[in-house]
Protein backbone atom coordinates (compact mmCIF):
# COMPACT_ATOMS: atom_id res chain seq x y z
CA UNK A 1 0.00 0.00 0.00
CA UNK A 2 1.71 3.16 -1.27
CA UNK A 3 0.75 6.45 -0.43
CA UNK A 4 2.67 9.66 -0.75
CA UNK A 5 4.23 11.00 1.84
CA UNK A 6 1.90 14.26 2.33
CA UNK A 7 -1.22 12.89 0.76
CA UNK A 8 -4.41 12.42 2.32
CA UNK A 9 -6.66 9.56 3.60
CA UNK A 10 -9.75 9.43 1.22
CA UNK A 11 -11.91 6.50 -0.05
CA UNK A 12 -13.80 3.93 1.28
CA UNK A 13 -12.55 1.18 4.02
CA UNK A 14 -12.59 -2.07 1.50
CA UNK A 15 -10.52 0.33 -0.99
CA UNK A 16 -8.30 2.37 1.92
CA UNK A 17 -5.90 4.18 0.59
CA UNK A 18 -2.06 2.67 0.44
CA UNK A 19 0.36 3.55 2.89
CA UNK A 20 4.29 3.79 2.28
CA UNK A 21 6.59 1.34 3.56
CA UNK A 22 9.39 1.15 6.65
CA UNK A 23 7.33 -1.29 8.39
CA UNK A 24 5.06 -2.75 6.19
CA UNK A 25 4.98 -0.39 2.68
CA UNK A 26 7.08 1.38 0.58
CA UNK A 27 8.17 3.99 -1.48
CA UNK A 28 10.66 6.62 -0.17
CA UNK A 29 9.90 9.81 1.96
CA UNK A 30 11.95 12.64 2.33
CA UNK A 31 10.97 14.05 6.09
CA UNK A 32 9.12 13.68 8.82
CA UNK A 33 5.60 13.78 8.84
CA UNK A 34 3.12 15.44 10.96
CA UNK A 35 0.45 13.17 11.93
CA UNK A 36 -1.86 15.85 12.55
CA UNK A 37 -1.56 16.70 9.17
CA UNK A 38 -3.78 13.49 8.42
CA UNK A 39 -1.03 11.94 6.47
CA UNK A 40 -0.91 8.26 5.41
CA UNK A 41 2.61 7.10 6.14
CA UNK A 42 2.04 5.34 9.45
CA UNK A 43 3.80 6.83 12.11
CA UNK A 44 5.01 9.32 9.30
CA UNK A 45 8.51 8.29 9.75
CA UNK A 46 10.26 10.29 6.92
CA UNK A 47 13.45 8.41 6.37
CA UNK A 48 16.56 10.03 4.68
CA UNK A 49 19.48 8.32 6.13
CA UNK A 50 20.36 4.96 8.35
CA UNK A 51 21.31 2.33 5.69
CA UNK A 52 19.71 -1.01 5.13
CA UNK A 53 21.79 -4.61 4.87
CA UNK A 54 23.01 -3.89 1.65
CA UNK A 55 24.78 -0.57 2.78
CA UNK A 56 21.89 1.21 0.42
CA UNK A 57 20.24 4.33 2.08
CA UNK A 58 17.05 2.89 3.18
CA UNK A 59 13.85 5.07 1.84
CA UNK A 60 11.04 4.11 3.45
CA UNK A 61 8.28 5.41 6.28
CA UNK A 62 7.27 3.71 8.97
CA UNK A 63 3.72 1.98 9.13
CA UNK A 64 4.19 1.92 13.15
CA UNK A 65 1.71 2.89 16.39
CA UNK A 66 2.90 1.88 19.59
CA UNK A 67 2.29 -0.48 22.76
CA UNK A 68 3.47 -3.22 24.42
CA UNK A 69 1.96 -6.38 26.11
CA UNK A 70 1.43 -7.11 29.58
CA UNK A 71 -1.31 -8.21 31.85
CA UNK A 72 -4.62 -9.97 31.99
CA UNK A 73 -7.52 -8.73 29.89
CA UNK A 74 -11.36 -8.74 30.64
CA UNK A 75 -13.16 -11.62 29.53
CA UNK A 76 -16.72 -10.12 29.64
CA UNK A 77 -18.72 -10.22 26.52
CA UNK A 78 -20.74 -7.26 25.75
CA UNK A 79 -23.49 -5.82 23.47
CA UNK A 80 -22.05 -2.63 22.95
CA UNK A 81 -24.21 -0.49 20.29
CA UNK A 82 -22.94 2.71 21.63
CA UNK A 83 -19.08 1.07 20.61
CA UNK A 84 -17.24 0.66 23.92
CA UNK A 85 -14.97 -1.81 24.09
CA UNK A 86 -13.24 -3.25 26.99
CA UNK A 87 -14.91 -0.08 28.29
CA UNK A 88 -18.92 -0.22 27.57
CA UNK A 89 -21.46 0.79 30.43
CA UNK A 90 -20.32 -0.66 34.23
CA UNK A 91 -23.57 -2.69 34.21
CA UNK A 92 -22.48 -4.49 30.87
CA UNK A 93 -18.49 -4.28 31.46
CA UNK A 94 -18.46 -7.08 34.08
CA UNK A 95 -17.34 -6.92 38.00
CA UNK A 96 -17.25 -3.45 38.99
CA UNK A 97 -17.12 -2.14 35.04
CA UNK A 98 -13.41 -3.32 35.20
CA UNK A 99 -11.82 -2.50 32.20
CA UNK A 100 -8.78 -5.12 30.97
CA UNK A 101 -5.48 -4.05 31.04
CA UNK A 102 -4.69 -1.65 28.41
CA UNK A 103 -2.23 0.38 26.90
CA UNK A 104 -3.45 0.83 23.45
CA UNK A 105 -6.93 1.96 23.02
CA UNK A 106 -9.30 4.61 21.83
CA UNK A 107 -12.09 6.89 23.24
CA UNK A 108 -14.26 8.54 21.59
CA UNK A 109 -13.06 7.72 18.26
CA UNK A 110 -14.89 9.14 15.41
CA UNK A 111 -13.36 8.37 11.29
CA UNK A 112 -13.95 9.04 8.71
CA UNK A 113 -13.07 9.23 4.61
CA UNK A 114 -13.99 13.08 3.30
CA UNK A 115 -17.48 13.58 4.53
CA UNK A 116 -18.54 9.77 4.86
CA UNK A 117 -17.99 8.91 8.75
CA UNK A 118 -17.01 5.36 8.91
CA UNK A 119 -16.42 4.80 12.71
CA UNK A 120 -18.57 6.55 14.97
CA UNK A 121 -17.65 7.06 18.65
CA UNK A 122 -15.90 4.13 19.53
CA UNK A 123 -14.29 3.25 22.67
CA UNK A 124 -11.66 0.21 22.67
CA UNK A 125 -9.04 -1.70 25.10
CA UNK A 126 -6.95 -3.96 23.22
CA UNK A 127 -5.71 -6.13 26.03
CA UNK A 128 -2.23 -6.55 26.91
CA UNK A 129 -0.39 -9.66 25.82
CA UNK A 130 -3.46 -10.92 24.07
CA UNK A 131 -4.29 -12.01 20.58
CA UNK A 132 -7.73 -9.77 19.59
CA UNK A 133 -9.27 -10.30 16.29
CA UNK A 134 -11.42 -7.87 15.04
CA UNK A 135 -14.65 -9.11 12.99
CA UNK A 136 -17.54 -8.00 10.68
CA UNK A 137 -18.97 -7.38 7.45
CA UNK A 138 -17.77 -5.67 4.74
CA UNK A 139 -17.37 -1.89 4.75
CA UNK A 140 -18.04 -1.73 8.73
CA UNK A 141 -15.02 0.14 9.77
CA UNK A 142 -12.76 -2.79 10.61
CA UNK A 143 -9.71 -1.97 8.50
CA UNK A 144 -10.60 1.84 8.91
CA UNK A 145 -9.78 1.26 12.95
CA UNK A 146 -6.65 -0.71 13.00
CA UNK A 147 -5.31 2.34 10.59
CA UNK A 148 -6.35 4.41 13.20
CA UNK A 149 -4.54 2.26 15.69
CA UNK A 150 -1.57 2.45 13.54
CA UNK A 151 -1.60 6.33 13.29
CA UNK A 152 -1.94 5.97 9.47
CA UNK A 153 -5.40 8.05 9.74
CA UNK A 154 -6.18 11.03 11.27
CA UNK A 155 -9.26 11.13 13.81
CA UNK A 156 -11.89 12.90 12.99
CA UNK A 157 -12.98 13.05 16.66
CA UNK A 158 -11.79 11.49 19.91
CA UNK A 159 -8.47 10.20 19.92
CA UNK A 160 -6.17 7.00 20.17
CA UNK A 161 -4.35 6.60 23.04
CA UNK A 162 -0.74 4.66 24.07
CA UNK A 163 0.59 4.88 27.77
CA UNK A 164 -3.12 7.31 28.16
CA UNK A 165 -1.19 9.49 25.80
CA UNK A 166 -2.38 10.84 22.44
CA UNK A 167 -0.75 8.77 19.32
CA UNK A 168 -0.13 12.20 17.68
CA UNK A 169 1.65 13.40 20.58
CA UNK A 170 4.55 10.38 20.86
CA UNK A 171 7.18 11.06 18.59
CA UNK A 172 7.36 9.15 15.72
CA UNK A 173 10.40 6.83 15.95
CA UNK A 174 9.54 5.98 19.43
CA UNK A 175 6.33 4.43 18.24
CA UNK A 176 7.61 2.82 15.16
CA UNK A 177 9.69 1.20 18.06
CA UNK A 178 6.63 -0.08 19.99
CA UNK A 179 4.31 -1.06 17.23
CA UNK A 180 4.42 -2.44 14.03
CA UNK A 181 1.85 -2.77 11.50
CA UNK A 182 0.96 -4.78 8.02
CA UNK A 183 -1.64 -3.15 5.79
CA UNK A 184 -3.83 -4.76 3.62
CA UNK A 185 -1.81 -4.39 0.35
CA UNK A 186 0.84 -3.03 0.60
CA UNK A 187 3.36 -2.45 -2.69
CA UNK A 188 6.83 -2.99 -2.90
CA UNK A 189 9.25 -0.48 -4.41
CA UNK A 190 10.05 -1.68 -8.26
CA UNK A 191 12.91 -4.23 -8.96
CA UNK A 192 13.43 -4.50 -4.71
CA UNK A 193 14.93 -8.11 -3.68
CA UNK A 194 13.28 -9.92 -0.85
CA UNK A 195 15.97 -9.38 1.43
CA UNK A 196 16.23 -6.16 0.97
CA UNK A 197 12.74 -5.76 1.94
CA UNK A 198 12.24 -7.73 5.34
CA UNK A 199 15.27 -5.82 5.99
CA UNK A 200 13.38 -2.77 5.99
CA UNK A 201 11.46 -3.46 8.98
CA UNK A 202 14.71 -2.84 10.69
CA UNK A 203 14.71 0.72 9.86
CA UNK A 204 13.14 2.21 13.33
CA UNK A 205 16.07 0.72 14.96
CA UNK A 206 18.75 2.49 13.16
CA UNK A 207 20.56 5.93 13.95
CA UNK A 208 23.03 7.94 12.08
CA UNK A 209 25.34 6.15 14.06
CA UNK A 210 24.52 3.16 14.52
CA UNK A 211 22.95 1.42 11.21
CA UNK A 212 23.24 -2.54 9.94
CA UNK A 213 24.29 -4.42 12.99
CA UNK A 214 24.62 -8.12 13.99
CA UNK A 215 21.13 -7.83 15.73
CA UNK A 216 19.35 -6.83 12.66
CA UNK A 217 21.36 -9.53 10.89
CA UNK A 218 19.55 -11.76 13.22
CA UNK A 219 16.21 -10.48 13.49
CA UNK A 220 15.85 -10.26 9.52
CA UNK A 221 17.30 -14.10 9.22
CA UNK A 222 15.01 -15.14 12.09
CA UNK A 223 11.96 -13.87 11.04
CA UNK A 224 12.52 -14.90 7.38
CA UNK A 225 12.77 -18.57 9.04
CA UNK A 226 9.49 -18.03 10.34
CA UNK A 227 7.72 -17.16 7.10
CA UNK A 228 9.32 -19.87 5.24
CA UNK A 229 10.69 -17.16 3.28
CA UNK A 230 14.66 -18.26 3.24
CA UNK A 231 14.66 -19.56 0.25
CA UNK A 232 13.22 -16.26 -1.22
CA UNK A 233 15.81 -13.84 -0.56
CA UNK A 234 17.35 -13.23 -3.77
CA UNK A 235 14.49 -13.16 -5.66
CA UNK A 236 12.74 -9.83 -6.74
CA UNK A 237 9.53 -9.29 -5.35
CA UNK A 238 7.91 -8.50 -8.60
CA UNK A 239 8.36 -12.11 -9.29
CA UNK A 240 6.45 -13.50 -6.63
CA UNK A 241 2.97 -15.32 -6.28
CA UNK A 242 0.55 -13.55 -4.28
CA UNK A 243 1.07 -15.73 -1.45
CA UNK A 244 5.11 -15.67 -1.32
CA UNK A 245 4.64 -11.52 -1.30
CA UNK A 246 1.96 -12.04 1.38
CA UNK A 247 4.46 -14.23 3.25
CA UNK A 248 7.71 -11.29 2.40
CA UNK A 249 5.68 -9.13 4.15
CA UNK A 250 4.79 -10.26 7.34
CA UNK A 251 8.46 -11.19 7.56
CA UNK A 252 8.70 -7.65 7.33
CA UNK A 253 6.42 -6.92 9.93
CA UNK A 254 7.78 -9.65 12.21
CA UNK A 255 11.72 -8.41 11.56
CA UNK A 256 10.80 -5.20 13.45
CA UNK A 257 10.18 -7.04 16.75
CA UNK A 258 7.45 -4.69 18.03
CA UNK A 259 5.54 -5.24 20.91
CA UNK A 260 2.73 -5.31 19.26
CA UNK A 261 1.05 -6.20 15.97
CA UNK A 262 -1.53 -5.07 13.77
CA UNK A 263 -2.02 -7.32 10.89
CA UNK A 264 -4.95 -6.41 8.58
CA UNK A 265 -6.17 -9.72 6.99
CA UNK A 266 -2.62 -11.39 7.22
CA UNK A 267 -4.29 -14.62 5.25
CA UNK A 268 -5.34 -12.65 1.74
CA UNK A 269 -3.62 -14.59 -1.09
CA UNK A 270 -2.63 -17.31 1.34
CA UNK A 271 -3.59 -20.92 0.55
CA UNK A 272 -5.09 -22.87 3.70
CA UNK A 273 -1.74 -24.03 4.35
CA UNK A 274 -0.09 -21.07 4.93
CA UNK A 275 -2.97 -19.76 6.68
CA UNK A 276 -2.92 -21.80 9.13
CA UNK A 277 1.09 -21.24 9.34
CA UNK A 278 0.74 -17.41 9.44
CA UNK A 279 -2.02 -18.02 12.34
CA UNK A 280 -0.25 -20.68 14.35
CA UNK A 281 2.80 -18.35 14.18
CA UNK A 282 0.90 -15.11 15.45
CA UNK A 283 -0.30 -17.66 18.30
CA UNK A 284 3.58 -18.52 18.85
CA UNK A 285 4.74 -14.90 18.98
CA UNK A 286 2.03 -14.50 21.48
CA UNK A 287 2.65 -17.02 23.61
CA UNK A 288 6.51 -17.80 23.68
CA UNK A 289 7.35 -13.45 23.15
CA UNK A 290 4.58 -11.98 25.11
CA UNK A 291 3.17 -10.34 21.57
CA UNK A 292 -0.14 -8.55 21.57
CA UNK A 293 -1.58 -8.42 18.27
CA UNK A 294 -4.39 -7.20 16.50
CA UNK A 295 -5.85 -8.72 13.75
CA UNK A 296 -8.68 -8.25 10.78
CA UNK A 297 -9.90 -11.66 9.57
CA UNK A 298 -12.32 -12.25 7.13
CA UNK A 299 -12.95 -15.80 8.12
CA UNK A 300 -15.19 -15.56 11.70
CA UNK A 301 -13.86 -19.25 12.40
CA UNK A 302 -10.52 -18.90 11.91
CA UNK A 303 -10.80 -15.76 14.35
CA UNK A 304 -12.56 -17.58 17.21
CA UNK A 305 -10.22 -20.69 17.10
CA UNK A 306 -7.11 -18.11 17.58
CA UNK A 307 -8.09 -15.31 19.46
CA UNK A 308 -8.24 -14.78 23.01
CA UNK A 309 -10.47 -11.79 22.41
CA UNK A 310 -12.90 -11.18 19.76
CA UNK A 311 -14.58 -7.76 18.67
CA UNK A 312 -17.18 -7.58 16.48
CA UNK A 313 -18.46 -4.86 14.73
CA UNK A 314 -21.35 -3.71 12.07
CA UNK A 315 -21.65 -0.41 11.14
CA UNK A 316 -18.61 1.44 12.16
CA UNK A 317 -19.76 0.71 15.92
CA UNK A 318 -18.96 -1.99 18.11
CA UNK A 319 -21.61 -4.50 18.90
CA UNK A 320 -20.31 -7.38 21.17
CA UNK A 321 -16.38 -7.85 22.82
CA UNK A 322 -14.89 -11.05 24.66
CA UNK A 323 -14.03 -14.34 24.73
CA UNK A 324 -14.80 -16.30 21.55
CA UNK A 325 -16.79 -18.99 22.97
CA UNK A 326 -19.34 -16.22 24.33
CA UNK A 327 -19.05 -13.56 21.16
CA UNK A 328 -20.05 -16.47 18.86
CA UNK A 329 -23.71 -17.22 18.75
CA UNK A 330 -26.08 -18.03 16.02
CA UNK A 331 -27.41 -14.82 17.05
CA UNK A 332 -24.85 -12.76 16.86
CA UNK A 333 -23.74 -14.42 13.25
CA UNK A 334 -27.45 -13.26 12.24
CA UNK A 335 -27.61 -9.95 13.46
CA UNK A 336 -23.98 -8.69 12.40
CA UNK A 337 -24.05 -10.72 8.82
CA UNK A 338 -27.14 -11.30 7.89
CA UNK A 339 -26.23 -15.14 7.96
CA UNK A 340 -28.41 -18.04 9.36
CA UNK A 341 -26.46 -20.85 10.89
CA UNK A 342 -25.67 -23.29 13.38
CA UNK A 343 -23.11 -22.99 16.12
CA UNK A 344 -21.70 -25.89 17.29
CA UNK A 345 -17.99 -26.71 19.05
CA UNK A 346 -14.90 -27.50 16.93
CA UNK A 347 -14.18 -31.10 17.07
CA UNK A 348 -10.45 -30.10 17.35
CA UNK A 349 -10.16 -26.98 19.65
CA UNK A 350 -13.47 -26.93 21.31
CA UNK A 351 -14.01 -23.11 19.87
CA UNK A 352 -17.14 -21.93 18.07
CA UNK A 353 -17.36 -22.94 14.87
CA UNK A 354 -20.29 -21.46 12.27
CA UNK A 355 -22.04 -23.82 10.25
CA UNK A 356 -24.09 -21.62 7.85
CA UNK A 357 -27.60 -22.97 6.58
CA UNK A 358 -28.06 -25.46 3.78
CA UNK A 359 -26.88 -24.16 0.26
CA UNK A 360 -29.50 -23.76 -2.43
CA UNK A 361 -31.03 -26.82 -3.75
CA UNK A 362 -33.23 -27.18 -6.72
CA UNK A 363 -36.88 -28.37 -5.51
CA UNK A 364 -35.49 -27.96 -1.88
CA UNK A 365 -37.64 -24.83 -1.33
CA UNK A 366 -36.79 -20.90 -1.08
CA UNK A 367 -34.07 -20.01 1.35
CA UNK A 368 -34.72 -16.93 3.12
CA UNK A 369 -31.28 -14.42 3.14
CA UNK A 370 -30.81 -12.45 6.25
CA UNK A 371 -29.09 -9.39 5.07
CA UNK A 372 -27.95 -6.10 7.59
CA UNK A 373 -30.17 -7.15 10.62
CA UNK A 374 -33.40 -6.70 8.11
CA UNK A 375 -36.09 -9.09 8.40
CA UNK A 376 -34.42 -11.76 11.27
CA UNK A 377 -37.34 -12.26 13.04
CA UNK A 378 -39.19 -13.25 9.83
CA UNK A 379 -36.55 -15.35 7.71
CA UNK A 380 -36.95 -19.24 7.98
CA UNK A 381 -34.82 -21.03 9.88
CA UNK A 382 -32.36 -23.43 8.96
CA UNK A 383 -33.05 -26.50 10.39
CA UNK A 384 -30.93 -27.72 13.73
CA UNK A 385 -30.19 -23.53 14.27
CA UNK A 386 -32.56 -22.81 16.81
CA UNK A 387 -30.90 -25.45 19.39
CA UNK A 388 -27.25 -25.46 19.11
CA UNK A 389 -25.85 -22.12 19.63
CA UNK A 390 -22.23 -21.70 21.32
CA UNK A 391 -23.33 -19.57 24.27
CA UNK A 392 -25.46 -15.91 23.86
CA UNK A 393 -25.48 -12.62 23.20
CA UNK A 394 -26.28 -10.51 26.18
CA UNK A 395 -29.33 -8.64 25.73
Given at each position: ?????????????????????????????????????????????????????????????????????????????V?????????????????????????????????????????????????????????????C?????????????????????L????????????????????????V??D???????????????????????????????????????????A?????????????????????????????????????????????????????????????V????????????????????????????????????????????????????????L?????????????????????????????E????????????
Open positions: MTESPNSTAAGPEPAAPAASPVTPGTASATGPTDENAGTGTGGGMGVNGPTGRDGRVADTADHTAGASPSGPAGDTTANPSGAAGGGAAADAGPAGARPVSRLGARGLTLAYEERTVVDGLDLDVPDGEVTVIVGPNAGKSTLLRALGRLLKPRGGAVLDGAELSRIPTRKIAQAVGLLPQTPAPAITVADLVARGRQPHQHWWRQWSDEDERAVTDAMARTDTTALARSVDELSGGQRQRVWIAMALAQETDLLLLDEPTTYLDISHQVEVLDLVRQLNHERGRTVVALHDLNQAARYADHLVAMKNGRIVAYGRPSEVVTARLVREVFGLESVVVPDPVTGSPVVPGAPWQAGAGARTAVRDGAGADDAASVGAEGVEGGGLPG
